[in-house]
T-cell receptor, first 117, second 112 residues
Framework: GAVVSQHPSRVICKSGTSVKIECRSL??????MFWYRQFPKQSLMLMAT?????????EQGVEKDKFLINHASLTLSTLTVTSAHPEDSSFYIC?????????????FGPGTRLTVT | QKEVEQNSGPLSVPEGAIASLNCTYS??????FFWYRQYSGKSPELIMF????GDKEDGRFTAQLNKASQYVSLLIRDSQPSDSATYLC????????????FGKGTHLIIQP
């Protein structure tokens, strides 16, 4: 399966600052990547679809001006949480859909745990 | 709005027994179905995926799909304490390459 890396693995920041999270596909050239977040004791929720060379597609309820996504190359997508607040504290995980036999499998990166104080 | 339902558990199974995890989904157009295992504090790990009705086996794991009943299951044979984790069921839409909709997960405990 695809190998996906994320950086940083953990970040603590003060309220009002911006945080950038990187997601890299190490095995495949990913034209599409997905960003999810997981609040404590909850399941993963899709935030947005990151498209190489074009604008990201955001899920309902996710503020595009707050969660800036850039997918400038086939192997790198970045998520910037702007003016972070404590309620943005969450586990952010990206995935790389890998095509196999006409279907897509999704492999997740190791995740970035964001704590906003 | 797509929904994926799972029993949150905890589901407690003796070591060596079969663990049976169930999932139902609301969107009849869903094309691909996944089971992920997630240990506390870690990212989900892909265990099984299934696209066609019937059974799919991989080692100790068997995924079962019944599209008519909108039902997916995962069987874990010869359960080991290391199988203790939260198991997440996820589905994609008709496009297949869509983002995933997850269930809330079932917490599985394998008792030594």
């Amino acid at each position: 399966g695809a190998v996906v890396s994320q950086h940083p693995s953990r970040v603590i920041c003060k309220s009002g600052t911006s945080v950038k999270i990187e997601c890299r596909s190490l095995d495949f050239q990913a034209t599409t990547m997905f960003w999810y977040r997981q609040f404590p004791k909850q399941s993963l929720m899709l935030m947005a679809t990151s498209n190489e060379g074009s604008k990201a597609t955001y899920e309902q309820g996710v503020e595009k001006d707050k969660f800036l996504i850039n997918h400038a190359s086939l192997t790198l997508s970045t998520l910037t949480v702007t003016s972070a607040h404590p309620e943005d504290s969450s586990f952010y995980i990206c995935s790389d859909p890998c095509s196999r036999e006409g279907y897509y499998e999704q492999y997740f990166g190791p995740g970035t745990r964001l704590t906003v104080t | 709005q797509k929904e994926v339902e799972q029993n949150s558990g905890p589901l407690s199974v003796p070591e060596g027994a079969i663990a049976s995890l169930n999932c139902t989904y609301s969107d009849r157009g869903s094309q691909s179905f996944f089971w992920y295992r997630q240990y506390s504090g870690k990212s989900p790990e892909l265990i099984m995926f299934i696209y066609s009705n019937g059974d799919k086996e991989d080692g100790r794991f068997t995924a079962q799909l019944n599209k008519a009943s909108q039902y997916v299951s995962l069987l874990i044979r010869d359960s080991q304490p290391s199988d203790s984790a939260t198991y997440l069921c996820a589905v994609t839409g008709p496009g297949g390459a869509d983002g995933l909709t997850f269930g809330k997960g079932t917490h599985l405990i394998i008792q030594p």
